[in-house]
């Protein structure tokens, strides 16, 4: 989720979901779902913490603020800031001091427990809102093969900033396409309802393409060039992050709204698929 302030770009899509009367949604992409099985998931019909067989806690970026100047401070283990009741994994954004940092959040990852090569991603969730936040459902490099970032690649299937409303976005980074050189590939869509509502966000990535959606609706296409790692190192495993972040040189170039606080990313499911043997 590394962005700047000046590398974002804004494609605006309209869109038209059908809402369940829970506001909870089932969505699918392109093809048929006979072609895929159910390889990994957590449909969080359980209490507590997130299930330790399949998340981690990362912390590890906290004392450099993630490289993104952010202004949280991410906890381990902590139910104020990751926990799962009522069938939703609830991550939250606090406003309290904690590590020298004015906001505490979490940010899981799915890495050892949960890496995958090409699949269908599938995260019902309802976004936080607020002045300040961004909230991302993204993947990364498990191994980082290719070398450091950009340079493996990286996957954003959702990445929301409060200040930018109902805006949603889909990116990937790579070494020559990447927002620090204004190279960076995505599209947006408008999604009016998505910090009311559960919607669909979905990844198909398959070796000659990575597709992007919302509620089965189409909006991004990277496709694989063949030419080098350069432009497409997405033939290695990669894994799952949920977060949400407080500030940075994209989430809190408008500031951070202290009166939103608490604020959370609420999470049905998390469901990987990938294409069955023939």
Request: glycine share 10%.
């Amino acid at each position: 989720m590394k962005v700047s302030q000046f590398s974002k770009f804004i494609v605006v899509c309209l869109f038209a979901g059908v809402l369940s009367c829970t506001g909870k949604q089932n969505g699918s992409g392109t093809g048929s779902m006979d072609e895929y099985t159910l390889v990994w998931s957590d449909e969080f019909d359980y209490t507590g913490l997130p299930d330790p067989e399949k998340w981690s806690f990362d912390t590890e970026g906290n004392a450099w603020n993630w490289g993104n100047y952010e202004e949280q401070h991410y906890t381990s283990r902590r139910l104020e800031n990751a926990e799962v009741k009522d069938g939703t994994l609830h991550i939250r954004a606090l406003l309290e001091e904690q590590e020298g940092k004015q906001y505490t959040s979490a940010r899981l990852i799915t890495k050892g427990k949960g890496d995958w090569l090409y699949g269908k991603f599938e995260i019902s969730a309802r976004l936080p809102r607020g002045r300040g936040l961004w909230p991302a459902i993204w993947m990364l490099p498990s191994d980082w093969e290719y070398g450091s970032w950009p340079a493996s690649g990286e996957i954003d299937i959702m990445e929301n900033v409060g200040y930018m409303g109902d805006t949603i976005l889909a990116t990937v980074h790579t070494k020559s396409y990447n927002h620090s050189i204004h190279t960076q590939r995505g599209d947006s869509i408008v999604l009016p309802g998505c910090h009311d509502r559960f919607h669909v966000y979905q990844l198909e990535w398959e070796p000659h393409q990575i597709r992007a959606f919302v509620d089965g609706e189409h909006f991004f296409t990277f496709q694989n060039e063949n030419t080098s790692p350069g432009e497409w190192p997405f033939d290695k495993p990669f894994h799952l992050l949920l977060n949400v972040a407080v500030g940075g040189s994209w989430g809190g170039m408008n500031g951070i709204d202290d009166t939103i606080f608490p604020q959370a990313m609420e999470v049905d499911y998390v469901r990987v698929y990938q294409k069955k043997n023939k």
